[in-house]
């Protein structure tokens, strides 16, 4: 079971990135797939999570109406599109699974398998 987490880099204020967590050794349309982020200096915290019964999507509520979910099945790829950026945004953000089909609550963070990380930074 792998995930590998891409597609962080600098980005303006009110800008926009798209994070890519491709899977592979498992089938990532069956599993809840979460997305977390750790500032620097500050605990690690849920961000967004997509299920697997449902598709159903949950959001931290510093980021709602800002990013959004989402899964292609073909490419065993799960997305974050992020809009609207603001310096506090500013982390590494993961990819993370429990290998279970729904998610967790916004504030678990004890996923049994991560991705390497990938980094945002929000600044002009």
């Known amino acids: 079971v792998q995930l590998q987490a891409s597609g962080g880099g600098l980005v303006q204020p009110g800008g926009s990135l798209r994070l890519s967590c491709a899977a592979s050794?498992?089938?990532?349309?069956?599993?809840?797939i979460a997305w977390l982020r750790q500032a620097p200096g500050k605990e690690r915290e849920g961000v967004s999570c997509i299920s697997r019964s449902d598709g159903s999507t949950y959001y931290a509520d510093s980021v709602k109406g800002r990013f959004t979910i989402s899964r292609d099945n073909a490419k065993n790829t799960v997305y974050l599109q992020m809009n609207s950026l603001k310096p506090e945004d500013t982390a590494v953000y993961y990819c993370a699974t429990d290998l279970v089909g729904v998610c967790g609550t916004m504030s678990y963070v004890g996923y049994d398998y991560w991705g390497q990380g990938t980094l945002v930074t929000v600044s002009s």
């Open positions: 050794g498992f089938i990532l349309d069956y599993y809840a």
